[in-house]
């Protein structure tokens, strides 16, 4: 089903479970009152349940498909690791992602994801590599990616995050956090350096026999 047709049917429902509401209340009052009788509430009810339905139909069709034939192509292993590519998405609710708590990698670069659609990342706690290339988040966003302990891998090339935002993001990456992206944001690589060197220049040396970090890269 269409977003489009989804929408006129959402609206269909709502105006005829509206119009149903209103008669049933209106018939109703007058049946208290004596002055019409009680089938005469069928018409409005069954016009009320009618709305609801239809209303419903489109919620009810993409839980269906999604249960049934999932995300197909979008959903992949890579590596041993759940894979979930959501660029080019033809749809503007993330809330899937609620439901794929063991996805490792994301991607989801698309004009229509801003801050807002980063609260659903809290929900994938496995999450190592992400992509938001193209997309409309800015430095507030950016922020939010802090919570994700796992990340490793971050792409936010031409998105809004400014310079200063980047820089306030790499003074407190996350910990596990190895490489970034920050193509098209005129971000100074002085700033992204620092964080690069930073890796070696802070905390003691590995302890012998221990695993060596693997090195911060970063494109700009």
Request: hydrophobic share 45%; net charge positive.
């Amino acid at each position: 089903m269409s977003e489009q047709v989804g929408v006129v049917l959402v609206f269909v429902g709502l105006f005829l479970a509206t119009s149903g509401l209103l008669v049933f209340v209106g018939r109703s009052l007058r049946v208290l009152l004596g002055r019409t009788e009680r089938r005469r509430l069928l018409g409005p009810a069954a016009l009320l349940a009618a709305g609801l339905v239809i209303g419903a139909i489109p919620f009810v069709a993409q839980n269906l498909y999604f249960s049934i034939v999932g995300l197909a192509e979008r959903e992949r292993v890579v590596n041993g690791r759940q894979a979930l590519v959501l660029t080019g998405w033809d749809r503007s609710d993330y809330s899937i992602l609620s439901r794929k708590p063991g996805v490792e990698i994301l991607e989801m670069g698309n004009a229509d994801v801003t801050d807002d659609t980063l609260d659903l990342l809290t929900g994938l706690p496995k999450l190592r590599e992400l992509t938001l290339n193209d997309s409309r988040i800015t430095d507030e966003g950016l922020s939010k990616l802090r919570a994700l302990k796992q990340l490793e891998s971050l792409r936010i090339a031409r998105t809004a995050v400014t310079a200063d935002g980047v820089a306030a993001f790499l003074a407190d990456p996350p910990a596990r956090l190895r490489e970034i992206d920050v193509t098209g944001n005129n971000v100074p690589t002085s700033t992204l350096r620092k964080w690069k060197n930073a890796a070696t220049a802070n905390g003691p040396p590995p302890a012998e026999g221990a695993p060596v970090a693997l090195e911060r890269r970063y494109v700009n």
